[in-house]
């Protein structure tokens, strides 16, 4: 006699702990198995069925049994049937992999990814101590720090991943069961990468019309495709990140993470654990979990070294040979790591001259200079100033939440015929705070471009002398600007942050602080 499970529903009499004892007397006495029953939000029984039973006679017998019962149906799962049905199809489409373990730390469950990933070299990992291999000598240590990052080797190919773990807790507080989601990182960085994505430009975003400057967009874009080394050359001020973001668009890793670097904004005693990153425990004060350098942040896109020529000589040999192997070794760390980024730099220094003062290497200047493009300043690219200007005194006062402000011939004029020694930067620093003097027309004298002559005023007439200052005025931006002003003097004569600052009587990192506040 054949037999095979069946699930009922029954609803009936609100008096729920009567009716599932009458139910259960019942199902016994016409001689079927309880498989299992929940309460929860109806009555339903997992039962087997002999096929010789008529499933009418079931409901009729069960009817005349228990006068409560309302009404009996046949369904296809029970409610923890269907939770856990979902669950699983919900875990086993998931990209990361789902691990559970017991108090001890021993594996019971897992999804597909899970299951993958724990069919290791040696047959399958049972413990997430063999999971984590080095980085979970204990269990204890390894739910304390709930964040790890470990390498799966397999196949000659090493994959880093990364661990979080989360403690499950009874009533009592007490731990009976540990879920762990393991990411991988190469995943963790292009949803990074997805998030940040607004933040990127393309050729579209950079304004002009010039011949010169068309013909720098035009080389840029032809070169964007290929995975060759490009720097980019110009003043202080040209927009040099702007055409590396641009190229990273344009480039056939454009889905991948664009990681920019400031070369001349690293402490010299930090440079070579963020390029390179470390593992943890590796000096005093090192993350507990180890961490990223930028080059493995890069990994699969772009890497952007801006201001190239203030790295630290005792980096360039490291950064030459992780460019020729295409391999780096963490501080600490046993293992080399591949990297697959394409590198892009900028510089608005004489590398050439550098390299014969010995201050740069020749070997990394070739590395990096295979494609150069030269980003002309803005007094060389005619009639792109008049056109800058209402670009950005639109976006100016569009960011403000002011009306757009028209500019008067003469103030135009002042702005065309001046050299512009910072560049696009300078000019948008001197129409933003035009935009905040001016009274509903942007004037000659709003546009200030000697800040010199504003904070030592010629006393040539008596008429100068005895003008009104006018209130309100925003002195603290007047000072900033005025600073600021000499900073960029004194980088512009130096050429370099760090004898900038030494000329200015202030550290190299206050003067790297202060330059990017100004930026913002």
Same mark, same amino acid.
């Given at each position: 006699?054949?037999?095979?499970?069946?699930?009922?529903?029954?609803?009936? *009499?609100?008096?729920? &702990?009567?009716?599932?004892?009458?139910?259960?007397?019942?199902?016994?006495?016409?001689?079927?198995?309880?498989? *299992?029953?929940?309460?929860?939000?109806?009555?339903?029984?997992?039962?087997?069925?002999?096929?010789?039973?008529?499933?009418?006679?079931?409901?009729?017998?069960?009817?005349?049994?228990?006068?409560?019962?309302?009404?009996?149906?046949?369904?296809?799962? &029970?409610?923890?049937?269907?939770?856990?049905?979902?669950?699983?199809?919900?875990?086993?489409?998931?990209?990361?992999?789902?691990?559970?373990?017991?108090?001890?730390?021993?594996?019971?469950?897992?999804?597909?990814?899970?299951?993958?990933?724990?069919?290791?070299?040696?047959?399958? #990992?049972?413990?997430?101590?063999?999971? !984590?291999?080095?980085?979970?000598?204990?269990?204890?240590?390894?739910?304390?720090?709930?964040?790890?990052?470990?390498?799966?080797?397999?196949?000659?190919?090493?994959?880093?991943?990364?661990?979080?773990?989360?403690?499950?807790?009874?009533?009592?507080?007490?731990?009976?069961?540990?879920?762990?989601?393991?990411?991988? %990182?190469?995943?963790?960085?292009?949803?990074?990468?997805?998030?940040?994505?607004?933040?990127?430009?393309?050729?579209?975003?950079?304004?002009?019309?010039? %011949?010169?400057?068309?013909?720098?967009?035009?080389?840029?874009?032809?070169?964007?495709?290929?995975?060759?080394?490009?720097?980019?050359?110009?003043?202080?001020?040209?927009?040099?990140?702007?055409?590396?973001?641009?190229?990273?668009?344009?480039? %056939?890793? +454009?889905?991948?993470?664009?990681?920019?670097?400031?070369?001349?904004?690293?402490?010299?005693?930090?440079?070579?654990?963020?390029?390179?990153?470390?593992?943890?425990?590796?000096?005093?004060?090192?993350?507990?979990?180890?961490?990223?350098?930028?080059?493995?942040?890069?990994?699969?896109?772009?890497?952007?070294?801006?201001?190239?020529?203030?790295?630290?000589?005792?980096?360039?040999?490291?950064?030459?040979? +992780?460019?020729?192997?295409?391999? #780096?070794?963490?501080?600490?760390?046993?293992?080399?790591?591949?990297?697959?980024?394409?590198?892009?730099?900028? *510089?608005?220094?004489?590398?050439?001259?550098?390299?014969?003062?010995?201050?740069?290497?020749?070997?990394?200047?070739?590395?990096?200079?295979?494609?150069?493009?030269?980003?002309?300043?803005?007094?060389?690219?005619?009639?792109?100033?008049?056109? &800058?200007?209402?670009? !950005?005194?639109?976006?100016?006062?569009?960011?403000?939440?002011?009306?757009?402000?028209?500019?008067?011939?003469?103030?135009?004029?002042?702005?065309?015929?001046?050299?512009?020694?910072?560049?696009?930067?300078? %000019?948008?620093?001197?129409?933003?705070?035009?935009?905040?003097?001016?009274?509903?027309?942007?004037?000659?004298?709003?546009?200030?471009?000697?800040?010199?002559?504003?904070?030592?005023?010629?006393?040539?007439?008596?008429?100068?002398?005895?003008?009104?200052?006018?209130?309100?005025?925003?002195?603290?931006?007047? #000072?900033?600007?005025?600073?600021?002003?000499?900073?960029?003097?004194?980088?512009?004569?130096?050429?370099?942050?760090?004898?900038?600052?030494?000329?200015?009587?202030?550290?190299?990192?206050? !003067?790297?602080?202060?330059?990017?506040?100004?930026?913002?």
């Amino acid at each position: 006699m054949s037999s095979r499970i069946r699930r009922i529903k029954i609803n009936g *009499t609100p008096n729920r &702990m009567g009716l599932i004892f009458l139910v259960l007397k019942a199902i016994a006495d016409y001689g079927i198995n309880i498989v *299992t029953m929940e309460s929860d939000p109806y009555i339903c029984c997992k039962i087997e069925w002999d096929d010789s039973l008529s499933e009418e006679d079931f409901v009729h017998f069960m009817q005349q049994r228990v006068p409560e019962i309302e009404s009996i149906s046949y369904i296809d799962l &029970m409610e923890y049937e269907r939770i856990e049905v979902e669950l699983s199809t919900l875990l086993n489409n998931i990209d990361d992999a789902i691990i559970q373990t017991d108090a001890k730390g021993n594996i019971v469950s897992y999804n597909n990814k899970g299951k993958t990933l724990l069919e290791g070299k040696n047959g399958r #990992i049972s413990t997430l101590q063999e999971l !984590l291999n080095e980085n979970c000598p204990q269990l204890e240590k390894c739910i304390n720090e709930s964040n790890i990052e470990f390498v799966d080797e397999r196949n000659n190919k090493q994959k880093r991943l990364f661990a979080h773990l989360n403690p499950i807790k009874n009533e009592q507080n007490i731990v009976t069961s540990h879920l762990i989601i393991v990411k991988e %990182l190469e995943n963790i960085r292009n949803l990074i990468n997805t998030i940040m994505r607004p933040s990127m430009v393309t050729f579209d975003s950079i304004q002009g019309e010039s %011949l010169a400057i068309r013909q720098t967009i035009d080389l840029a874009k032809s070169v964007s495709k290929s995975e060759a080394s490009v720097m980019l050359r110009g003043e202080s001020g040209t927009g040099k990140e702007l055409f590396a973001r641009a190229i990273h668009m344009e480039s %056939l890793r +454009a889905k991948g993470p664009f990681v920019a670097v400031n070369c001349a904004s690293i402490p010299e005693s930090l440079i070579e654990s963020e390029f390179f990153g470390y593992e943890k425990g590796s000096f005093t004060g090192a993350n507990s979990s180890g961490k990223q350098g930028y080059f493995e942040q890069a990994t699969g896109g772009t890497f952007f070294l801006d201001e190239i020529g203030e790295l630290a000589p005792h980096l360039q040999p490291k950064l030459l040979r +992780a460019l020729q192997e295409k391999k #780096i070794r963490r501080i600490g760390g046993k293992q080399e790591i591949d990297i697959d980024v394409r590198v892009l730099s900028a *510089t608005n220094r004489d590398l050439e001259e550098m390299i014969r003062d010995k201050s740069f290497r020749e070997d990394l200047y070739y590395r990096l200079n295979i494609i150069p493009i030269f980003i002309p300043p803005l007094r060389d690219r005619e009639g792109d100033i008049e056109r &800058m200007t209402y670009y !950005l005194i639109s976006d100016i006062c569009r960011n403000s939440n002011r009306p757009e402000m028209p500019v008067s011939q003469e103030a135009m004029d002042k702005l065309i015929n001046f050299d512009w020694p910072g560049n696009v930067r300078e %000019l948008n620093n001197v129409l933003e705070r035009a935009v905040f003097v001016a009274e509903g027309i942007i004037q000659e004298k709003d546009i200030i471009l000697d800040y010199h002559q504003l904070m030592y005023p010629k006393k040539s007439n008596s008429h100068n002398k005895n003008k009104k200052t006018e209130f309100p005025m925003d002195l603290p931006k007047i #000072i900033k600007d005025l600073e600021y002003g000499y900073i960029e003097k004194a980088i512009k004569e130096f050429r370099s942050y760090r004898k900038a600052a030494a000329n200015l009587k202030i550290s190299h990192t206050s !003067l790297i602080n202060k330059v990017n506040q100004h930026k913002k």
